[in-house]
T-cell receptor, first 112, second 113 residues
Framework: SQQGEEDPQALSIQEGENATMNCSYK?????LQWYRQNSGRGLVHLIL?????REKHSGRLRVTLDTSKKSSSLLITASRAADTASYFC????????????FGTGTKLQVIP | DAGITQSPRHKVTETGTPVTLRCHQT?????MYWYRQDPGHGLRLIHY???????DKGEVSDGYSVSRSKTEDFLLTLESATSSQTSVYFC????????????FGSGTQLSVL
């Protein structure tokens, strides 16, 4: 099974609402990254949080990391229809900084 | 956009034939990765490279081989294609491996009949 697992698998919200996605992983990490994928396209990097950080912000994105629970969350505030996409977490294991392994993704639909 | 080109963009082939996918970058990044994406599995790492002639296996390397004879090109070969290798294949590059973000190509849709 994969290192990262996102929850929920799918999420549908109204425009203007907040969207929260969670990622759980199994072993100690160096960092955790979030990516977005629009349908049929390659992934685009959103944010990277290192193991010694607890929270990071980028625009309408807020990422938290709880290494004791081996989990991370991605919050998108005031969602827009353009945020409709799949979101993936990716982990880099401690001592294994070369390998980047992805979770199964959360499919977000924002309804106008 | 990072300079990453995957070719071909689409390919249909028959079971048992060899197939080579190419990833070409113009960023001079050291690290290159091949992933496959399938419904319900997200992205799974096939192989990656940390320099010319330096490669290592990922999670799902069986049936695949790679080569990197120069910095800008990373080739993925399916030695004898099977229907289970029907997938979308993505190449990614990074300047410093997992320490920084990955940049992705547009993908290759491969169908093995």
């Amino acid at each position: 099974s994969q290192q990262g697992e996102e929850d929920p698998q799918a999420l549908s919200i109204q425009e203007g609402e907040n969207a929260t996605m969670n990622c759980s992983y199994k072993t100690s990490i160096n960092n955790l990254q979030w990516y977005r994928q629009n349908s049929g396209r390659g992934l685009v990097h959103l944010i990277l949080i290192r193991s010694n950080e607890r929270e990071k912000h980028s625009g309408r994105l807020r990422v938290t990391l709880d290494t004791s629970k081996k989990s991370s969350s991605l919050l998108i505030t005031a969602s827009r229809a353009a945020d409709t996409a799949s979101y993936f977490c990716a982990t880099v294991l401690s001592g294994g900084y070369q390998k980047v392994t992805f979770g199964t993704g959360t499919k977000l639909q924002v309804i106008p | 956009d990072a300079g990453i080109t995957q070719s071909p963009r689409h390919k249909v082939t028959e079971t048992g034939t060899p197939v080579t996918l190419r990833c070409h970058q113009t960023e001079n990044h050291r690290y290159m990765y091949w992933y496959r994406q399938d419904p319900g599995h997200g992205l799974r790492l096939i192989h990656y490279s940390y320099g010319v002639k330096d490669t290592d296996k990922g999670e799902v390397s069986d049936g695949y081989s790679v080569s990197r004879s120069k910095t800008e090109d990373f080739l993925l070969t399916l030695e004898s294609a099977t229907s289970s290798q029907t997938s979308v294949y993505f190449c990614a590059i990074s300047e410093s491996g997992g320490n920084e973000k990955l940049f992705f190509g547009s993908g290759t849709q491969l169908s093995v009949l």
